[in-house]
């Protein structure tokens, strides 16, 4: 699950993820996990990252 492998070690793979820029994006969650990384230089490693899980 790549999704999955991107958000633990904080890969911006697979390229196709959308990046989201304006700072008040609002985002349709799908069912499931959604996982969100910040893909600034770190920020990942240092935390900046969530997970949702929708039903
Ligand atoms: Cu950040």
Redesign the pocket.
């Known amino acids: 699950m790549w999704w999955l492998v991107g958000y633990v070690g904080c890969s911006t793979t697979p390229r196709n993820a959308k990046v989201y820029t304006s700072g008040k994006d609002q985002i349709r969650l799908v069912k499931g996990l959604n996982s969100f990384i910040?893909?600034?230089p770190s920020?990942?490693g240092a935390g900046?990252k969530i997970q949702i899980s929708a039903s």
């Open positions: 910040c893909s600034l920020h990942c900046m």
